[in-house]
């Protein structure tokens, strides 16, 4: 019963809290321009009226447009689950953790790709070509920096990867948490389609990546799609302040007071990654496409680096 | 104790790396001001913590903020809006190749330094593995730019890397050493400077493969 109630807290948390992500992001960027921007909350409403309209489904489609909303939003809350978020309750007690959650935010951008593709419009098509190639070059960075994480910690078990964290003490007094810090920013940044990498405002552009390829969804559709790449930008950032920013009462749960105080400094935590992420996409101009290896092999090189310092040299023996 | 100096050596390091991957001649220079930054906040580090809290380091760190972070980087951007100058390509690899090139001279650093016998101790030997690989990608970017101002800042890296190591490997220099040393650079700079304009006025470019045509 108990179990129950954490897994949906949990839940509700991350469904709760995607939203307000995008919201202060925008925020942020509002006022480095000197304007006041559309309200925090404004993502929620514009969520909430989508999803009362009907979708529009072109008839030329087939069931694989249809269905892949459904599943890009259930891969997402399914990652969501995989990772503790504020307890040590885990609900998928499954090993190989971290493989499991990759994979499984591969198959709903997977299915993005696919139902971009199965309309046979012209930007779905380029969209989702772009797609492939930036998660290619980001798949090797997120590999490996979970890795060695793993590494360090001896297991691959998220939940057991943050205990390890948890009793090193402060990760990032450490050159390789440093390092992996800096690369998962960049892995984040380029997952959630954000400045450098691909402009989420814009819609009708050649450059375009992401929207291009929500451009035929409508309605119910649409608000299912965007919530769900928004619960994937939240799992990202959960994983990043979980491993290297641990809290204590991420580790030992002891009733209601406890879980109360790790949402809020769960919350905090996730809120100052956002507004570095917005400062980010403030101080950078959009990549040519063509300089996106650049930034992938940057972030790749950030975790050699780090490799390199931990396990090689062995600067300093955590 | 020391993993401050181990995150800044490895940043200072990770500087170069973006050194390498720069494009532009502005963003040159402003990845050597961030480099000289850290520089100095390493000496002022170690001018505060080592036990007998040595003054002179953080006159150094004063100096270096002056000269490197300030100084010779206007000097240079002031070079750079008196020549005329066209964006193109302006390195001979692609970038994600240079890049992957540092990595492996970072590696061959790597193995020349653990040779040298004498300096066992785990974190003195991390810290001058980056501080040296510092000096071989500063040599490298030299080779990889074709430009003479891209030359000019590869020089001043491989400058920045030598003081590293010295720092790291001796905890701060006797300050007659380090005045000697920056005194150098300034003129050097100033002396490259004047040298890039004169090629700038003789050739309407300072790509320095138009050199190359004086052989006759």
Known sequence: MQYAAYVLIQLLVIIMLAPLLDGIIRKIKAFSQKRTGIPLLQVYYDLLKLLRKTSVVSEESTWVYKIAPYIVFSTSIAAALLVPVTTKIMPGTLPGDIILLISILGLGRFFTMLAALDTASMFGGMGSSREAMVSILIEPSVLVSLFMVGLISKSTSLPQIMQAMKGIGAPLTYPVFVMIFLAFLIIIIAESSRIPVDDPSTHLELTMVHEAMMLEYSGRHLAIMELGAMIKQLVLITLLVNILIPHDQLIAVTGIGALVVSIFIYVAKVITVTIIIAIAEVCTVKLRFFSIPNLATLSFILLFLGFLQYFILGGSNV | ?216
Do not use: W
């Open chain 2, 1 to 216: 104790m020391f993993s401050y100096f181990d995150v800044l050596s490895v940043q200072i390091l990770f500087s170069s790396f973006i050194l390498m991957a720069n494009k532009r001649i502005k963003s040159y220079i402003k990845t050597f001001r961030i480099q000289s930054l850290l520089i100095a906040l390493t000496a002022g580090a170690m001018g505060f913590s080592l036990e007998k809290g040595r003054i002179d380091l953080l006159v150094v760190c004063l100096l270096i903020i002056v000269l490197k972070v300030i100084l010779i980087p206007n000097m240079l951007e002031k070079t750079y809006a008196s020549v005329e100058y066209i964006v193109e390509k302006d390195f001979i690899l692609n970038i994600p190749i240079l890049v992957i090139l540092s990595c492996a001279l970072v590696v061959f650093s790597y193995f020349s330094v653990s040779t040298i016998e004498g300096i066992n101790s785990g974190i003195i030997n991390a810290q001058i593995v980056n501080s040296m690989s510092v000096i071989l990608i500063g040599l490298f970017f030299m080779i990889s730019r074709k430009k003479a101002i891209g030359q000019i800042v590869g020089f001043l890296v491989v400058e920045n890397g030598l003081y590293v190591t010295a720092l790291f490997s001796t905890h701060g220099l006797p300050f007659i050493v380090d005045l000697g040393v920056f005194i150098d650079v300034l003129t050097a700079v100033v002396i490259m400077g004047f040298m890039v304009f004169n090629i700038s006025e003789k050739f309407d470019s300072i790509d320095i493969e138009k050199l190359n045509k004086l052989r006759g």
